[in-house]
């Protein structure tokens, strides 16, 4: 507990109680405000962009209802290159593969009908100078996912796309 704190907390005790709860709403709502504000600000300021997750979509809302795991839950992982063509085993992931935007369609297509509702989608920028400590490429609008995102979402509007 900081000083600040311990006096902040002695200084309510000598209020009385209407007092008392006028000051705890007023501090309550400048640290929700803290909060917020440091939450939507990235490090170097601004966001341009923000993906919401929230429960708009049906199965988001069919998973809190559950209380159990089912197949349903499962959300199948797509390794995304931004070399459009591309489709290469990745050694350290069983049976996995990075593929390019022009190969996700013709993979994902017979899993969807085989019932995949939900997919999350990793991007892999393979062209130099593409990543940095902050990742600023990830919501770029001709980045990898964000493409993926488009596409998959014109061709298959119920599946659950996630975006890592």
Avoid: C
């Avoid at 929230?54 to 209802?65: D, K, M, N, V």
């Avoid at 369609?105 to 130099?128: D, K, T, Y």
């Amino acid at each position: 507990m900081s000083f600040s704190t311990l006096v902040q907390d002695l200084s309510f005790r000598d209020l009385d109680r209407s007092e008392r709860q006028s000051e705890i709403s007023t501090l309550s709502r400048a640290r929700s405000y803290g909060s917020t504000t440091a939450t939507s600000v990235s490090l170097t300021g601004d966001i341009s962009s923000q993906l919401h997750g929230g429960y708009s979509h049906p199965l988001a809302r069919s998973w809190q209802a559950e209380r159990q795991l089912t197949k349903s839950m499962l959300i199948y992982p797509l390794f995304i290159s931004d070399k459009d063509d591309e489709e290469i085993t990745i050694p350290s992931l069983p049976n996995q593969r990075r593929r390019g935007i022009n190969k996700l369609i013709p993979f994902v297509e017979p899993l969807i009908e085989q019932g995949l509702r939900s997919v999350i989608l990793f991007g892999v920028p393979m062209a130099p100078g593409t990543k940095d400590a902050l990742g600023t490429a990830a919501d770029d609008p001709k980045g990898p996912v964000m493409r993926s995102i488009q596409l998959l979402r014109a061709r298959f509007p119920s599946l659950f796309v996630v975006a890592d």
